[in-house]
């Protein structure tokens, strides 16, 4: 089952202003995953010398969920949440989006 639009247009968005933040602070894209057989989920993770950072939008619960882990990263990393921003792509537009995207982003301040 396949994302609708403003769900990829907002993961695109949120993981290209994530990626720019990261990046000045050191972190590189080390993992990307997207599954359109699973509700349309997907996770990238950012990692430096000492954790990592990992995005994920969960097709299934409708949730974008910003969680960090130390390093080295395993199947058993215990993943703690930053924040967990839920998202209803029927109902939601591009000033939602935006909205969601800015929470996050503020959330790491």
Known sequence: MESP???????QKLV????????SEGYQVVHFQHDDLVFGSC???W???QDALRLTWDGKEC????????????LQSPWQEIIVCPFDPDEHDEVYSRSL?????????
Do not use: A, M, Q, Y
Request: glycine share 2%.
């Open 43 to 45: 996770f990238i993770i």
């Open 16 to 23: 290209d202003k994530l990626t720019t933040r990261f990046g």
């Open 101 to 109: 995207i800015e929470d996050i982003l503020e959330s790491l301040d």
């Open 63 to 74: 949730w974008f969920i910003l969680e960090e882990t130390l390093l080295p990263l395993s």
């Open 47 to 49: 990692s430096n010398d």
């Open 5 to 11: 639009e403003i769900v990829k247009h907002t993961w």
